[in-house]
């Protein structure tokens, strides 16, 4: 079964900390893994995408790494800021025998940082 | 580039009655997805098209929830009747279609709806 699991459910950081989020996925055959970033009563905003070839990939102080062979992604934070406050999704999409796609979301990472 | 537009932003209505929302994606976006987002969870996906065509709707509960997508621009998800368990926030994405590959997802605000 194709699932997508998020860990920590939530996280409590001082400003200025780093933290570390996991996903880690059983989706086959895997096709893309985006990591979105989603503000109270807005959409997600995607901040990585990462293909099968793709080990590591940084949007400022974001920075995620894939590992394709244990089915297990990171979404590393520098330097918190107030605004880092938000969830975090982990989307991964596989390629269906159809042809088409089909796309999995996590159930999020909600991170608080606080003052 | 404008974003997803979705309407109405908020909603509130008894249950057993009907309620529309509305989605104008990306400009050249030939995708577009509908999700249903219960709080503190991910995401679900309703019902994903291509151009007008239904790629996925496996997830959409069919006896109530209704979706169109007439000229592959503009879409529609209604809800009819409402039940209390529709509470939650729609969110309309859009993609491009790129060798095959529905590529990043560009997601509108959502329309929170609250069923009493």
């Known amino acids: 079964k194709n699932q997508v699991e998020q860990s920590p459910q939530s996280l409590i950081i001082l400003e200025g900390k780093n933290c570390t989020l996991q996903c880690n996925y059983t989706v086959s055959p895997f096709s893309n893994l985006r990591w979105y970033k989603q503000d109270t009563g807005r959409g997600p905003v995607s901040l990585t995408i990462m293909t099968f070839s793709e080990n590591t990939k940084s949007n400022g102080r974001y920075t995620a790494t894939l590992d394709a062979d244990t089915k297990q992604s990171s979404l590393h934070i520098t330097a918190s800021q107030l605004s880092d406050s938000a969830s975090y999704i982990c989307?991964?999409?596989?390629?269906?025998?159809?042809?088409?796609?089909?796309?999995?979301f996590g159930a999020g990472t909600r991170l608080f940082v606080k003052a | 580039e404008a974003g997803v537009a979705q309407s109405p932003r908020y909603k509130i209505i008894e249950k057993r009655q009907s309620v529309a929302f509305w989605c104008n994606p990306i400009s050249g976006h030939a995708t577009l997805y509908w999700y249903q987002q219960i709080l503190g969870q991910g995401p679900k996906l309703l019902i994903q098209?291509?151009?007008?065509?239904?790629?996925?709707d496996s997830q959409l509960p069919k006896d109530r929830f209704s979706a169109e997508r007439l000229k592959g621009v503009d879409s529609t998800l209604k809800i009819q009747p409402a039940k209390l368990e529709d509470s939650a926030v729609y969110l309309c994405?859009?993609?491009?279609?790129?060798?095959?590959?529905?590529?990043?997802?560009?997601f509108g605000p959502g329309t929170r709806l609250t069923v009493t």
């Open positions: 994405a859009s993609s491009l279609f790129r060798n095959g590959n529905p590529y990043e997802q560009y």
């Open positions: 098209f291509q151009n007008n065509g239904v790629v996925d």
């Open positions: 989307v991964v999409s596989a390629m269906m025998p159809t042809g088409g796609f089909k796309t999995i």
